[in-house]
């Protein structure tokens, strides 16, 4: 079972990257090709009854596994990126964090009107930046098909802040 052995390699770092914060640092996948290939199938899997035409992945760490779930499934990849990054027509939206705000954009011609497109990241916290991205989505005029983290920590309500979409969410693990 995929989720035994993620969590059996997912570390917990206490305070990082501040004091309070328990970090589920998952660098240890990337060291296993075959753990990663089982995480990317079993999204599949999850995601198989869904149509999809396109993964977008959140900076930085949902580009890793999200161009792989892409390549997998035969479709483009998404880059949702910090502000300032992308070089060409974007568009951008700003959203709220613990402290502070954060913005992300998004290359216009990426999508396609009426796109249907995964969303994708690591980790599942507050649930604030998978909102935004889905908001850059539909901003850009394609829709949302659904939501698909590696980790979910649940304790935190970005699963029940997501369902307002009225889209699948689906984590690999939950916490
Ligand atoms: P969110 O609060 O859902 O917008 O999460 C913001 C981003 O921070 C996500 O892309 C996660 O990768 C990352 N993140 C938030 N909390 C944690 C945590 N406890 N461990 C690892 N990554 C986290």
New binding site residues.
């Given amino acids: 079972m995929v989720s035994f052995k993620l969590s059996s390699i997912i570390r917990d770092v206490p305070d990082f990257p501040k004091p309070g914060?328990?970090?589920?640092?998952?660098t240890p996948l990337y060291s296993n090709p075959a753990i990663l290939e089982e995480c990317v199938e079993e999204i599949r899997s999850q995601f198989k009854h869904v149509k999809l035409d396109a993964v977008a992945g959140?900076e930085a760490?949902?580009f890793l596994t999200g161009i792989l779930l892409a390549r997998a499934l035969q479709l483009p990849f998404i880059p949702i990126r910090k502000a300032g990054k992308l070089p060409g027509e974007k568009i951008s939206t700003t959203y709220d964090?613990e402290y502070g705000t954060a913005t992300i954009e998004m290359h216009v011609d990426c999508t396609s009107p009426g796109m249907q497109v995964l969303i994708h990241?690591?980790?599942?916290?507050?649930?604030?930046?998978?909102t935004a991205a889905a908001h850059l989505i539909k901003q850009n005029g394609a829709q949302v098909a659904g939501f698909s983290f590696l980790?979910s920590?649940s304790f935190?309500g970005?699963d029940q802040k997501l369902q307002s979409f009225g889209k699948p969410v689906h984590s690999l693990i939950s916490f």
Wanted: zero cysteines.
């Fill in positions: 914060i328990l970090f589920k640092d998952i959140i760490r949902g964090l990241d690591d980790v599942l916290a507050t649930g604030g930046s998978a980790v920590l935190l970005g």
